[in-house]
């Protein structure tokens, strides 16, 4: 699993630069910043003004006070109309530029703050997996020019911060969990955390800190699979509680796609997209990237060998073959089909939660609030087997239901149950017990004609076509 740093990426990085080098480095269109955006950078630039938000952050000191950075704020947009005909709306937030939705020429923002006094800014980005070798002349380039600008000056000569990333090349799914020797009273990490995956305790991404060292910050090893769950599934998506069996069928539909895109892929492709580790290592305090590097060499932090050295012991670690997971994401998906009933403004239940958290877990999923689902999730997984074990099965009461498939018996049951029968607006009599039957979605009736006569041949009708997925297909009843 363990593999020379050759395909090192920058995935992030906070650096000084003169304001002049912008456009040579970053093109000549950005968008001014509107809102803020999330950076994990040193303390002292937090009150920095956001200009720019894409294709990068950038910041500038405006000043200590809420007064004095809106002042800047102001000889900044009254600069970019004199000179340049360029109108944006001041924002109130003092750390925001503007809230003007539109693109701008960046030499024209970089003369205006030349001529405002600005000469460095504070250049950050994060997710990017810059290969090294490549992001390494220009960044340092940027960073040795702005030394000749401010030269001595302590502010931009130490504290640029950068993560270096690799990826190790795997047969198999590996996810991690701290080893005892790693744990004793002294050890040798701070915060170290697991974000549990594949519904095994102990065991999923890790990461930690070193305890008290200057230049390593914080170090992450997690599964290339995260990458490719995202590139299918937005995150908010992921992360979220859904509150209305409308958005809940949206989620599954999001799952089920991935699982149809997983299953439409050859071995190679389930290789190249699956499998291997990635490690990811927070350098802080340095001049250029080529220092950060450095340090991961030295420390031998892109590797796993290397992190174990450090921290005086093995990782445990778990493997899944790719199919182990394909298998466990579709059982937990037809579970998660089963639990998913009720009209659209249907408020969500405890089942359903706890079963849609089973779904993303069995993808290797473990976002910022999977721990609390997970709790919620084997609190009811736990009093559902209880009840199962005090003797609560399912009784069948529909006439012929000993002829069918033992498998199949609960959904039969479980669908006539749930569903809503209509007479058909097409019908001159009212029947007392109709036995048409309307789409989850939409207004629309199902055929009924070659299908079916009774309510029991539509059960088996669309269980037999469907199996757990029937739910999607047929408009249950509210709360069933």
Known sequence: MDSQPLNADVDAACFMM???????????????????????????FKQWIIIISDPVIVKLY??????????????????????????????????ILSKSRVNIPLQALVESLWTCGHRECRVGFYGMKWAYE?????????????????????????????????????????????????????????????????????FGSIDFGIRDHPVIGTIKIYQELTHEVLSHIPKASLDDYPATVRTMRIRWYQLDSLLRAWEGYGEDELRENLLGTRIEVSIK????????????????????RGLEKMLGGPFHVRTIPVNEILTDFSNKLNRFARKVRGRDETRTTDQMLAALTEARQSIGWSGKNMDAQLKKARWWRGRHDRNRGAGEDRQFHYDG??????????????????????????????????????????????????????RVGAARWYVGRYQERWRNEVRTRPGT
């Not at 004095?68 to 944006?88: A, N, P, S």
């Not at 001595?152 to 130490?158: D, I, L, N, T």
């Not at 305090?285 to 796993?304: G, K, P, Q």
Request: aromatic share 10%; net charge positive; glycine share 8%.
């Open 285 to 304: 305090n340095v001049h250029t990237v080529t220092e950060a590097y450095n340090y991961c060499i030295i420390y031998d932090l892109l590797t796993i």
């Open 62 to 95: 405006g000043g200590d006070t809420i007064e004095e950075r809106q002042h800047y704020k102001r000889l900044i947009c009254r600069e970019l109309r004199r000179k340049h005909g360029l109108t944006l709306t001041i924002a109130e937030h003092d750390l």
């Open 18 to 44: 003169d304001i002049r080098d912008l456009p040579q480095m970053f093109g000549e269109l950005i968008r001014p910043a509107i809102h803020l955006s999330f950076l994990r950078d040193l303390n002292h």
């Open 401 to 454: 239901w000993e002829a069918d498939e033992p498998r199949l018996r609960p959904m039969i049951q479980d669908f006539l149950d749930s569903v809503e029968w209509y007479n058909h607006s097409a019908s001159r009599t009212y029947d007392p017990h109709p036995i048409y039957l309307k789409k989850a979605r939409g207004s629309g009736f199902l055929q009924q004609r070659g299908r079916y006569t009774d």
């Open 134 to 202: 490549k992001a390494k002349p220009k960044i340092d380039r940027c960073i040795q020019l702005h030394g000749s600008l401010r030269a001595g000056s302590v502010r931009g000569s130490r504290q640029n911060m950068f993560d270096i990333g690799v990826k190790l090349h795997a047969t198999e799914v590996n996810i991690f969990g701290y080893g005892e020797s790693q744990r004793w009273p002294g050890r040798i990490f701070r915060k170290g955390r697991v974000h549990e995956m594949f519904n095994i305790p102990d």
